[in-house]
């Protein structure tokens, strides 16, 4: 799903995207300067590899994600908010969903079965 900067207003634009196990809902807004403010929430699993045994495990997602798209190159500081800027004049909500799974793919997690043992 992409949609046009432009078309983003102060009124929140809800979106719902399912793609594969996971659900991406939430919301796009208008706020100034050039900067959209994303709120939304990841659920749904994925599938990962533990990282200490290496099976193949599935994983309930929960995520609740905030950040700013900015609308070319963002060159200030922003203090609250993570700032991803985009290009085109399109803001493309499947690959910004891609990157927030691959950035939780990057984490390590460990199976049920490794925990156990880990606890043991
Ligand atoms: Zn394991």
Known sequence: MIVNFRKVTPTPLDFNIES???VFK????YDGENL???E????GS???DCYLCAETFVLPLD???SFLISNG???????EYDVVESFEGNIDLQELLNSEIELIKSGYYSC??????ERN
Do not use: F, P, R
């Not at 049920?112 to 043992?117: G, I």
């Open 20 to 22: 594969n196990d996971i």
């Open 26 to 29: 939430g919301s796009l807004k």
């Open 36 to 38: 959209v403010l994303l």
């Open 40 to 43: 939304a929430t990841i659920s």
């Open 46 to 48: 994925i599938d990962l």
């Open 63 to 65: 995520e609740e994600i």
């Open 73 to 79: 190159v963002y060159s200030n500081v922003n203090e």
């Open 112 to 117: 049920e079965n490794c925990k156990q043992e």
